[in-house]
């Protein structure tokens, strides 16, 4: 069954320094989703892509927060610098993006932690 | 997309029925409900989604008021692999639309 693949699945990083995420949606998903879910709470979306484009980046803090998806496969998400307040599970998701075919599929996240 | 409310937990037995309550009282006419599942330290997981019929799968099965206003999903028999927090999320079925997750439902199944 095809999965959305994300790396690593576990980062410890100390604050100011820069970290990145990566994401492998499933082949021939147009739409990605970056979410950051603080322990305890639902997950809360950062930025969107259909294809190459970003569609919803209203929630993420540009500041320290940058997300790409070059040729509209992968994505990698890179905070500079991180903080403490950012420590939470960062997840990815793909869905085909095609009419009524919306469902998203996550992918295991990567959980970081700022010390 | 439409708010919805949940019980922040609930415990159900195991290979008993669970019944998940939620309430979207400012749905819209277009707007489906979803139901996705995340259990601990994973991504979170489809189960179903509906508009207005009821609907059922392999996994669960939920209904949905004639006014619209409330849903519930049912675990037919809840097993331990069950536990999980349960999120029911409205919103319009349409290419690229966002999910919008609120608190959802701690759901603990016990032996």
């Known amino acids: 069954e095809a999965e959305v693949a994300q790396s690593p699945r576990y980062k410890i990083t100390e604050k100011s320094q820069a970290v990145a995420f990566w994401c492998d949606p499933i082949?021939?998903?147009?739409?990605l989703y970056w979410y950051r879910q603080i322990l305890g709470q639902g997950p809360e979306l950062l930025v969107q892509?259909?294809?190459?484009?970003?569609?919803?980046d209203s929630q993420l803090p540009k500041d320290r927060f940058s997300a790409e998806r070059l040729k509209g496969v992968d994505s990698t998400l890179k905070i500079q610098p991180a903080e403490l307040g950012d420590s939470a599970m960062y997840l990815c998701?793909?869905?085909?993006?095609?009419?009524?075919?919306?469902?998203?599929?996550f992918g295991q996240g990567t959980r970081l932690t700022v010390v | 997309d439409a708010k919805t409310t949940q019980p922040p937990s609930m415990d159900c037995a195991e290979g008993r029925a669970a019944n998940l309550p939620c309430n979207h009282s400012?749905?819209?006419?277009?707007?489906?409900v979803y139901w996705y599942r995340q259990i601990h330290s994973q991504g979170p997981q489809y189960i179903i989604h509906?508009?207005?019929n009821n609907e059922t799968n392999e996994m669960a099965s939920l209904i949905i008021t004639e006014d619209r206003k409330s849903s519930t999903l049912i675990l037919p028999h809840a097993t331990l692999r069950d536990t999980a927090v349960y999120y029911c999320?409205?919103?319009?079925?349409?290419?690229?639309?966002?999910?919008?997750f609120g608190g959802g439902t701690r759901v603990l199944v016990k032996p």
């Open positions: 998701a793909s869905s085909l993006g095609q009419a009524g075919e919306v469902e998203a599929f």
């Open positions: 892509f259909q294809d190459e484009s970003v569609v919803d």
């Open positions: 999320i409205v919103r319009v079925k349409a290419a690229g639309n966002k999910l919008t």
């Open positions: 400012t749905i819209s006419g277009n707007e489906y």
């Open positions: 509906g508009l207005k």
């Open positions: 082949s021939g998903h147009a739409t």
